[in-house]
């Protein structure tokens, strides 16, 4: 599995529509994921993606509990995703998960949230 197919697999796991940033469909519905593909290779270091919650509701309960559950699977030591020529190893980015809003509609609420990616890759 590509790495780009790992981290959709990943992504798409917390019962949400995912979408690569740069491929949400115009007429996506409420509530789904965005997620940064950024992918590196083996000592090149940690590299940051960013995943956006997205949510139409008058409340905080939803999006704020999606979050903690991303945080949950993530957990302290991280997560492993297999791919191929080894590993993407996933980790929460700091800080974690920032809560933010539409100015042009209140009923959206965006939690921004930080991962970290160390590939233990060949390429």
């Known amino acids: 599995m590509t790495k780009e197919a790992a981290l959709y697999q990943f992504f798409s796991s917390f019962g949400l529509e995912a979408y690569a940033e740069t491929a949400v469909p115009e007429d996506a519905v409420f509530p789904y994921l965005t997620y940064q593909i950024v992918t590196s290779a083996f000592e090149e270091g940690e590299v940051s993606l960013t995943v956006n919650l997205w949510y139409h509701t008058e409340g905080e309960a939803a999006p704020n509990a999606k979050a903690r559950e991303i945080s949950k699977v ?33 009923g959206i609420k965006r939690r921004y949230i930080n991962v970290t990616a160390e590939y233990l890759t060949q390429d």
């Open 74 to 106: 993530i957990g302290q030591g991280g997560v492993v995703l297999l791919c191929d020529g080894g590993y993407i190893w996933l980790k929460r980015g700091s800080p974690f998960c920032q809560n933010l809003s539409d100015q042009t509609d209140r």
